[in-house]
């Protein structure tokens, strides 16, 4: 735990995924929230097929969903949601033709339901 999930637009080819999830994953661990950087799973997926709002002009967007097991407090959340938002601002240069919107969301798992096992080295 906790799993974070990249959605990114395909019209922003210039965004270096693998690089992206790294700083994503150091931001995690920078949090102090999660005690062993193994448990932090990230993936990121390029949506080709998008829409953003009804206007005309370039549009895209980075969406991170952080998937945590549920009890953490509303501040701890809060803060690491404006954590991760600041490691996507930092990803710049965006391109200067679309227009970009940075986003993330935090969602509790059922704690009592989770079930994890690690198999290997």
């Known amino acids: 735990m906790p799993h974070l999930h990249m959605e990114y637009t395909a019209n922003l080819p210039q965004l270096d995924v693998d690089k992206a999830l790294l700083r994503l994953n150091h931001g995690l661990v920078a949090s102090g929230q999660f005690s062993d950087e193994f448990d932090i799973k990230s993936r990121a997926v390029k949506v080709e097929a998008f829409r953003v709002g009804t206007g005309i002009g370039e549009r895209g967007f980075v969406h991170v969903k952080l998937a945590l097991l549920s009890g953490r407090s509303p501040e701890v959340k809060k803060q690491l949601s404006e954590s991760l938002l600041a490691v996507l601002q930092d990803l710049a240069p965006w391109p ?19 079930s994890k096992a690690a198999v290997g080295r």
Do not use: T
């Open 96 to 114: 200067a033709d679309v227009q970009v919107q940075l986003c993330v969301e935090i969602v509790d798992i059922d704690r009592a339901s989770y």
